[in-house]
């Protein structure tokens, strides 16, 4: 399995790919244009990650002891940030994520791609995905 390092370092290159910030753009609209079919019966408040300006959902669960996301956004810019950080960090062991260190997203650089708005929904969106981590990482 690619560790969360692998990945971002594999998003990271994919973007530095790009030299004009509306390339990356594009790149991240296409990460939402390819984004698995989001299950309607989830577009619900309380999966709902707040502090996003757009709407995002972003739903945990369990497939062979291993926490997996689906995510969806109104918004293109912010469904493709939550597909990737659902790619990066999804189908791992809860411990894994609820330990894992956001700051190496930092190398993707999107800080100066993004609003503050969306910034504030992206790092919004992390610890939603760090709380789903320790929820599922308490014994039964």
Known sequence: MT?????????????????????KYKYL???????????EEFRQDSFKVD??????WLVPYMKENKLCFHSDSDAFI????????????GDREPVEIAN?????????KLDILLTP??????YSMLMK??????VYTQPK
């Open 3 to 23: 560790s969360v390092e692998e990945k971002i370092k594999y998003y990271r290159e994919n973007l530095e790919l790009f030299d004009d910030d509306m390339d």
């Open 29 to 39: 609209l296409d990460q939402a244009k390819n984004a698995k079919p989001f299950p």
């Open 51 to 56: 502090g996003c300006q757009a709407q995002v």
């Open 78 to 89: 912010s469904k493709g940030m939550v597909t990737i950080l659902s790619e990066i960090y």
């Open 100 to 108: 894992s260190n956001f700051d190496l997203l930092s190398t993707l």
């Open 117 to 122: 708005g969306r910034r504030n929904g992206v």
């Open 129 to 134: 995905i760090k709380d789903y981590g320790k």
